[in-house]
């Protein structure tokens, strides 16, 4: 098999990536090794920043988003029993973000791909990336129980955290940034209408909390619980009673409770691959850096990657220039690391480690006031939230 573009994974970078490929005439090979229901169901992130909604919508996978995604201008901050909004348009001069959870966005993409893209291939797994430093990479790739060899000019690793690509960078040239935390969130999907019409970010001596939704009638709620906890040990009624504690205020305000369809644990990690390109093999997305879910960036880090490798690659075809190619690693870890700083601080502010003194949380408490007083703290994370600059 062989094509312009070998794409390893279909999830939202993968998938994004494919489609723009497409609507540049450039042709492209997916490979992913889950069958399509899982990609199509996996729950993931669900905040969609200005600019993701704005690339998604020029790559005409926007129609469906537009009808049933809410538009958020704000979210909300609670600490000390009371509630604090942070209005993102008023604060960044007209930006706001999306509510269209990730299954959504992986579906509209898949059902384009099949209907006019190149080939999607489910259940065909990448087993390594070879001659990556070399003018014709290849992935060899396991489907059916056969294995087989695409003979790409380029190749891109969408295949998340735990996919085979970053391996064929050599040890030698790589270098990796991380950080673990001592905590992890316990996330719920529950049939029930959200509790609140905006995000709520809820500070607590117990732990963090969040309030958020996947449409008008399911709410997704996460818990921070210790690392390495497992889903099994909460019961329904104890998830319902700690989100009470945690996110109660002294207005009266109340938490709708419904049935929970789905719970999981969300490690919390931050990781850096550096850099991003080695010959003519790219990492994007989740398979280069991992954020903490705390600042909703994981998802649109993603699109950003691969809106500048489409970007650089049209350009080489159209110019026989290299040069924004060759600006792929800098310009997207520029992005990053930005994404990495914004999902620390949110981090860190909102989470008491398990060791924490009352120093530490003094100085929590002091950074949330801080937000909720002053215009300039404000406007400095309703531009984070809402988004960095693509490209
Ligand atoms: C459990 C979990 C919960 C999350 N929750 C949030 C959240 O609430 N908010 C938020 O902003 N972000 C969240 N994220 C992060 C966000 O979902 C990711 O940043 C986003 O999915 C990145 O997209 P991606 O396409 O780079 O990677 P992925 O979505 O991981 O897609 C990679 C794809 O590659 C495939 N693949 C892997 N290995 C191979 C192989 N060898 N061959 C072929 N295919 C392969 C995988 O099956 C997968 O489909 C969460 C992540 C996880 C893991």
């Known amino acids: 098999m062989r094509t312009t573009v070998g794409i390893i994974g279909a999830g939202p970078a993968g998938l994004l990536l494919a489609r723009l490929l497409h609507r540049a005439g450039i042709d492209a090979v997916v490979l992913e090794s889950r069958d399509r229901s ?31 995604g809410l538009r958020h201008d704000g979210i909300e901050l609670r600490f000390d029993r009371t509630r604090h909004r942070v209005d993102f348009p008023a604060r960044t001069g007209g930006r706001s973000v999306t509510v269209y959870a990730q299954t959504e966005v992986c579906k509209d993409l898949i059902a384009l791909q099949l209907k006019e893209g ?17 003018e014709r990479p290849r992935v060899r790739f396991r489907r059916e129980g056969r294995e087989d060899v695409l003979e790409c000019d380029y190749v891109v690793g969408c295949d998340g955290f735990r996919g085979v690509a970053r391996a064929a960078v050599p040890a030698a040239v790589a270098r990796v940034s991380e950080r673990t935390y001592p905590y992890a969130w316990l996330g719920i999907l529950a049939d029930v209408p959200p509790s609140h019409d905006e995000l709520v970010y809820a500070r607590h001596d ?30 329904d009624d104890e998830i319902w009673s700690e989100l009470d504690r945690r996110l109660e205020t002294d207005d009266g305000w109340r938490l709708r409770r419904g049935p929970i369809t789905q719970k999981s644990v969300t490690p919390m990690r931050s990781f850096v691959h550096e850099p991003m390109r080695h010959g ?36 080489e075809r159209e110019t026989g220039s290299p040069d924004l190619l060759d600006a792929y690693s800098a310009t997207c870890l520029r992005r990053v690391w930005q994404a990495e700083r914004f999902s620390y601080d949110m981090t860190t502010l909102l989470h008491p480690a398990p060791d924490a003194t009352p120093f530490d949380a003094g100085i929590q408490r002091a950074r949330l006031a801080r937000i909720a007083s002053s215009r300039a703290a404000q406007t400095d994370l309703a531009e984070a939230y809402t988004g960095f600059p693509l490209g």
């Open 38 to 68: 899982y990609v199509e169901h996996r729950q993931r992130a669900g905040i969609l920043e200005q600019g993701t909604v704005d690339v998604l919508r020029a790559a005409g996978a926007g129609e469906r988003m537009d009808r049933e």
């Open 118 to 134: 190149g080939p999607l291939l489910f259940e065909a797994e990448a087993l390594a990336v070879e001659g990556a430093g070399g």
């Open 206 to 235: 117990r732990g963090f909390a969040l309030l958020s939704m996947r449409s008008s009638s399911v709410s997704r709620l996460y818990l921070q619980v210790p690392a390495g906890t497992r889903a099994e040990e909460w019961t």
């Open 280 to 315: 003519r093999l790219f990492l994007a997305g989740d398979a280069a850096h991992i954020v903490p879910p705390t600042g909703a960036k994981g998802l649109n880090l993603a699109v950003g990657d691969v809106v500048t490798f489409a970007r650089a690659l049209i350009h």
